[in-house]
């Protein structure tokens, strides 16, 4: 079968020369064919973005590569007015391989914050009243440590949010300490653990968002993940203590372009009802 199976290709090409065989065009083609397939199969199949779940990304994108992200967030607040946030663009560009720049715009109506995302705003208290803000956001990620054996893959996020429209005025810096284990079968397990330092009407107050994700491959394309994720402030006149559950889903439409969903439920009458979050990523 091997031979014919050669017999009918080269049968098939379009010859060259005194008939010798394929011409010349038919080899340039076949070649840029194969370098082009060989850059796609050495593209890694996840991009990594820091979008897909409230966790972010344990490792940086590919140095002298860039990576756009984008979301759209709708939060059911138990009370107030809801909460939409976009497009919570985030561009990140890798220096080295272990460090990468970070630069994004945001805009938000709602109340109660922005709890559920990685974009930090100010936060009113639970009044119905409705908060607009718009920010930028600048900052790094840097590589920490590799996986070897328990020793787990690492990395630190440091960002802040300056707010060019807003009732409350501040740059609120955010950091983020993010780990975890690839597991048998391709399966992750990864952990944050992220502080703000934001404002609101009283004054500035802490946030703590602590988080833990396992994240499974379903195909080459397609990996599902479910999530914990809480967010508790201190410093507030009614501080509050918000957890979530949340299941998600990404799929690589090619080998740099990523579309992925998230949705939530809050477990405490401080947490909203109900969220969801659709976005995607872009290599570049």
């Not at 010349?24 to 194969?34: H, V």
């Not at 759209?72 to 720049?101: K, M």
């Amino acid at each position: 079968m091997a031979g014919s199976t050669s017999r009918c290709a080269s049968a098939a090409a379009p010859a060259g020369p005194r008939g010798r065989g394929p011409g010349p065009r038919a080899s340039i083609a076949a070649l840029l064919f194969a370098m082009a397939a060989a850059t796609i199969a050495a593209e890694e199949p996840d991009l990594h973005t820091d979008r897909d779940a409230f966790t972010p990304a344990t490792r940086c994108i590919a140095a002298g590569t860039s990576l756009l992200e984008g979301s759209q967030v709708f939060i059911d607040n138990r009370s107030g007015t809801p909460t939409n946030s976009y497009p919570e663009l985030l561009v990140r560009y890798a220096a080295t391989e272990w460090w990468e720049w970070r630069v994004g715009i945001n805009y938000s109506v709602g109340s109660q914050g922005n709890v559920v995302t990685n974009v930090e705003v100010g936060e009113l208290p639970i009044d119905g009243h409705a908060i607009y803000e718009s920010n930028i956001l600048f900052g790094f990620k840097a590589a920490l440590t590799e996986q070897d054996a328990w020793v787990p893959e690492s990395c630190f996020i440091l960002e802040a949010t300056t707010p060019t429209y807003a009732e409350e005025w501040g740059t609120s810096p955010v950091a983020t300490v993010v780990w975890g284990w690839e597991l048998p079968a391709g399966s992750r397990l990864d952990a944050a653990l992220r502080y703000a330092y934001s404002v609101a009407e009283s004054g500035w107050f802490s946030r703590w968002g602590p988080s833990v994700v396992w994240r499974r491959p379903v195909t080459e394309r397609w990996e599902v993940h479910a999530e914990y994720f809480a967010t508790s402030t201190q410093g507030l006149e009614d501080d509050t203590v918000r957890p979530f559950v949340s299941p998600g889903t990404h799929f690589m439409l090619t080998p740099r372009l990523e579309i992925g969903v998230r949705v939530g439920w809050g477990l405490t009458e401080d947490a909203a009802p109900f969220f969801s979050d659709a976005g995607i990523g872009w290599r570049y």
